[in-house]
């Protein structure tokens, strides 16, 4: 298991990280998603620790904060020294009826860090992330409050998740304006399958030194190898029931076709290869992995001994390509001159 730094932070995290959203689920969309109790989370906990794994993702919207209580109870019951493990939550989802208790202000921050910890049964959270853009609370605002929490002990590193280039650079603006403690990292949506943030975000991360942690590295199991063309997964599965992250089928179709031959060739799963694409980019930190059962996060583990050739590499990057969009292919084209100037050609 690789480790890499968090950002411009010297704090290392494992380059897979696992995600806690199947646990605790018991009615509605949570439980589609994952209905992990107790004692099952704290085996894919301590499995994912003995493989390597010191890093683990949580929100306290996640089962109505049951994750976040799951997760913290199997620290504790797994004896987890507290310095082992870089545990992030996040901020910005609705945790009550009332008109302030969502987004992210310094009033649903403050009051959902102590819960948060509560529930965690920590003294501090190491990374904590705005999970959403609040279009209704000023940037600086959410950049005051989070600083102070990292001033008062209660959280090491901030982060955010689903925002755009253009607000992650001015929130970094005021940061730095105002001696504030900055985003150290994005955890975006990123497969091979659908690779808009190279658009933007990626660019941006690698400008102003930002991590990356990717969520739904499988597409919501689009691409674990039980879907394709003419295979549409078990009855019952999360995707029948709920078609979550957005995806252009047959893209996803595609890059299957491309992985299975891959696949085959190194005696692993579909999913494997989707995973080692994503640890093959030189952008992505960690890549969040979420299992139900010992078997799906055994599979998931493996894809970190799989290398990719350069020839496989290239297939799939056919396949998966993103189309052309302006000013992408102007800033390609009046770029090639200087960019063969700094290559020294």
């Known amino acids: 298991m690789r480790m890499h730094t968090l950002g411009r932070t010297g704090l290392f995290v494992s380059e897979l990280c696992l995600g806690t959203m199947t646990f605790g689920g018991t009615e509605g969309m949570w439980k589609t998603i994952g ?3 107790q004692s099952d989370a704290e085996t ?15 929100a306290n919207v996640y089962s109505g904060g049951m994750s ?6 199997a620290l504790k ?12 939550t996040k901020v910005f989802g609705e945790t009550g009826s ?3 208790s969502r987004g992210a202000t310094r009033s649903h921050i403050l009051d959902s860090v102590k819960a948060s910890l509560s529930r965690l049964q920590l003294d501090h959270i190491d990374l904590y992330q705005i999970h959403g853009f609040d279009p209704a609370t000023p940037i600086e605002e959410t950049m005051r409050a989070l600083d102070q929490l ?9 982060g955010i ?51 990356l942690m990717v969520w739904s590295p499988l597409a919501g199991g689009l691409l674990s190898g039980k879907y394709g063309r003419d295979q549409q997964g078990e009855a019952g599965s999360r995707r029948a029931s709920f078609d979550f992250p957005p995806v252009d089928k047959e893209r996803a179709y595609d890059c299957i076709d491309a992985m299975r031959p891959i696949a085959e060739a190194h005696k692993v799963s579909v999913a494997q290869v989707a995973l080692a694409w994503l640890l093959h980019q030189p952008r992505v930190t960690s890549v969040i992995i979420g299992a139900k059962r010992p078997e799906q996060l055994a599979d ?6 799989l290398r990719l050739s350069a020839d496989e590499l290239a297939r799939l990057d056919d396949a998966s390509r993103l189309p052309a969009e302006y000013p992408g292919w102007m800033l390609e084209r009046q770029g090639e001159a200087r960019r063969k100037q700094l290559a020294g050609g």
């Open 35 to 37: 209905s992990v109790q």
């Open 44 to 58: 894919l906990i301590g499995t994912a620790l003995d493989a390597g794994i010191n890093f683990i993702d949580t």
């Open 68 to 73: 976040e209580q799951i997760t913290g109870q």
């Open 77 to 88: 019951n797994l004896k987890v020294p507290r310095d082992q493990v870089v545990v992030a």
């Open 98 to 100: 009332g008109p302030n």
């Open 150 to 158: 990292v001033r008062h002990g209660h959280v090491r590193y901030v």
């Open 161 to 211: 998740s689903n925002w755009a280039a253009w607000q992650i650079v001015k929130a970094l603006g005021i940061a730095e304006r105002l001696g504030l403690a900055r985003f150290e990292s994005l955890q975006a949506y990123y497969t091979v399958a659908g690779r808009d943030l190279e658009r933007e975000l990626i660019p941006m991360l690698q400008s102003e030194g930002l991590g």
């Open 300 to 305: 998931n583990l493996a894809a970190t001994e």
